[in-house]
């Protein structure tokens, strides 16, 4: 992969700071964007660089277009043409029912996990569609398994965004096949990582793992490892697809 340039969003931390790591120890540079979090931003990318890879770290809300628009131009004057895009970036919210969520709520949940997803994926198709003069490129997609099983009792807004992430994978997939692009999406299961907290919820690893046929979280490591595969060469013949990294569940 060497010289090729991947923009991970939400790449400062778990799932996504995975994907830059493991990207840029196979020869990836790669653009690690965050939100708000610098230091991990910032501590990642000094890593990457102490092991001998390239990697620059870009502030921006994917919910927030001005934010896309500059991130994805921070990107083409540190490393020019985009060669591939993970949509990582996402969130969730407290638990609750679907009649104790208001509208700000799901705003929020949507702006970050759907709108920004699009965003996103629009400018990189921009950069990378042979209809606009590129040499192809690579999306992949972060939904969730909980778009299957739905959430319920704790954040149905969430498992329906990712929904929207299949069935967005599926329809842009179509949309650019002809154009040189494949796009993808991995559906993780229980994952180890900081989001459980972030929802309020830090037990959640402890309380679920029992309901995983194979009996334990996954490692942030086993996602993006799965998400390498689709971003490389050997993936060349998969698009539209959406492949389940959850230990059977
Ligand atoms: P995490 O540990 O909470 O890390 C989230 C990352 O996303 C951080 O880098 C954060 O940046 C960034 N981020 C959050 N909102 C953003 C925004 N609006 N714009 C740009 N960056 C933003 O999350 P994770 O568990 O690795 O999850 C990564 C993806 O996997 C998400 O899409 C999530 O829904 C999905 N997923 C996770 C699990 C799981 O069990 N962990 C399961 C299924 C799916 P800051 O540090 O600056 O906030």
Redesign the pocket.
């Given at each position: 992969m060497s010289g090729r340039t991947l923009l991970v969003?939400?790449?400062?931390?778990?799932?996504?700071?995975a994907v830059a790591r493991i990207a840029a120890s196979r020869g990836w540079r790669v653009a690690v964007?965050?939100?708000?979090?610098?230091a991990?931003?910032t501590a990642l990318v000094r890593s990457i660089g102490e092991a001998g890879g390239e990697a620059v770290a870009v502030k921006?809300?994917?919910?927030v277009e001005a934010?896309v628009l500059r991130m994805f131009e921070a990107v083409d004057t540190a490393f020019g043409p985009l060669d591939a895009l993970v949509n990582?970036?996402?969130?969730?919210d407290r638990k609750a029912r679907v009649d104790e969520m208001d509208a700000a709520r799901l705003e929020r949940m949507f702006?970050?996990?759907v709108v920004?997803s699009f965003l996103c994926a629009g400018q990189a198709v921009r950069r990378m569609s042979t209809r606009y003069g590129g040499r192809g490129g690579v999306i992949v997609n972060?939904?969730?398994?909980?778009a299957v099983h739905g959430s319920p009792g704790e954040y149905v807004d969430?498992a329906a965004s990712?929904g929207a992430i299949d069935s967005f994978t599926v329809g842009l997939a179509r949309e650019v096949a002809e154009e040189g692009i494949r796009v993808n999406a991995v559906?993780?299961?229980?994952?180890?990582?900081?989001?459980?907290a972030?929802g309020g919820q830090p037990d959640r690893l402890e309380r679920l793992r029992g309901l995983v046929p194979m009996k334990r979280?996954?490692e942030?490591d086993e996602?993006a490892h799965a998400i390498l595969w689709l971003l490389s060469d050997e993936a060349s013949y998969t698009t539209g697809a959406i492949l389940n990294v959850s230990g059977g569940r």
């Open positions: 969003t939400g790449g400062s931390r778990g799932i996504g700071a964007n965050y939100a708000v979090n610098e991990a931003a921006g809300d994917v919910g934010d990582n970036a996402g969130v969730v702006r970050a996990n920004g972060v939904s969730s398994v909980a969430y990712k559906r993780p299961g229980l994952i180890g990582t900081e989001i459980h972030s979280e996954g942030a996602v």
